[in-house]
């Protein structure tokens, strides 16, 4: 599989203000140091818990928030350090679909306007008879009748409205999509619809997609790969299949069993996620993880050791733990 994406390093720390001066405080480490890929066509997950940063983590990689450090590669080309004009050039190859569909749509557009502005911004059409059957071959895809073109928002309801979401995320033909708990505020019945859509969507466009959820069975449904996150760190990364059926993270394995399972095999893994995550301003020294961990150690108050290996279909599964 060619490669999209590639991030290396990526750090985001947001300063801690107080009082008349602003004086800084300290910082939160929303992300902290993280590495991933993901191919041309692949849908990469990343959950965790919330407040784990994997938002901070989705808008740093695409520049959408200016990453505190870290290294971006976007189809083949150094896009840490472009400036902003080349920049926007970029940004119709990257699309985001958010959790609330209502409130990234503008109210006063018509679903016409919403789904053709980005068309018409980056000169993708000329004329308006263009842009009604672009708009409705785009209507079509996310599975709407095209006669919706000049109705509002407020019309449709949460699933419809994500669908014209994704309308618009598509509309560019982007390679791209970051898809931030895209599912999590609909109805399961809906939920499952939508899922179809960015799945039938990534085949049909090769369209890659960064998928955010805290949600296991929404990622483990869609996804190829998944990244585990916590407190800005990268825990666990492996084949979706992988990860479910082998899981090596003490996190990766509470977090699968705070999950409903598929397979009775998955209760072996059964450890509890005790707790709260810890505040952020103060994370725990090493790893982040060993205060809710029950195989805590000595050892743990050290950065772990980064463990790969090659699991049984020969894809890479990394971990950072002592535990082997
Ligand atoms: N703009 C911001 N300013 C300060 N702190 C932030 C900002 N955005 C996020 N954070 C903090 O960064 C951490 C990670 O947040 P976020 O990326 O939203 O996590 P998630 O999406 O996994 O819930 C949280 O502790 C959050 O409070
Ligand atoms: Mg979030």
Do not use: W
């Amino acid at each position: 599989m060619k490669e999209l994406l590639r991030v290396t390093g990526l750090k985001k720390y947001f300063p801690v203000l107080k009082g008349l001066f602003k004086k800084k405080i300290g910082e939160i480490k929303a992300v902290d140091g993280i590495d991933f890929t993901i191919g041309q066509g692949e849908i990469f997950g990343m959950v965790g818990e919330s407040g784990s940063g994997k938002s901070t983590a989705g808008r740093a990689a695409i520049r959408l928030i200016e990453p505190t450090a870290g290294h971006i590669e976007f189809a083949g080309k150094d896009f840490s350090s472009l400036n902003k004009e080349n920049l926007r050039e970029f940004r119709k190859e990257i699309q985001m679909v958010f959790q609330d569909p209502y409130s990234s749509l503008n109210p006063r557009k018509t679903i016409g306007d919403s789904i053709g502005e980005a068309l018409v911004y980056y000169g993708m059409i000329n004329t308006h008879q263009e842009k009604i059957e672009r708009v409705s071959e785009i209507l079509e895809k996310v599975g709407l009748n095209s006669d919706i073109m000049s109705r509002y928002p407020h019309e449709f309801s949460g699933g419809q409205q994500q669908r014209i979401c994704i309308g618009r995320a598509i509309a560019t033909k982007p390679k791209l999509i970051i898809c931030d708990e895209a599912v999590s505020a609909l109805d399961v019945s809906v939920r499952a619809q939508i899922l179809n859509i960015f799945s039938t969507l990534s085949q049909e466009m090769n369209l890659s997609y960064l998928f955010i959820s805290h949600d296991l069975s929404v990622v483990r449904y869609l996804c190829d790969r998944i990244l585990v996150l916590y407190l800005g760190q990268m825990m666990e990364t492996a084949r979706t299949e992988e990860l479910f059926t082998n899981p090596k993270h003490p996190y990766t394995q509470a977090l699968l069993s705070a999950s409903p399972k598929k397979h009775p095999d998955e209760q072996k893994q059964r450890i509890l996620l005790k707790g709260e995550i810890p505040d952020p301003m103060h994370p725990p020294s090493g790893c982040p993880f060993r205060t809710r961990c029950p195989y805590a150690r000595e050892e743990c108050k050290e950065p772990p050791p980064l463990r790969e290996f090659l699991d049984s279909k020969g894809a890479l599964h990394s971990y950072r733990c002592i535990l082997s």
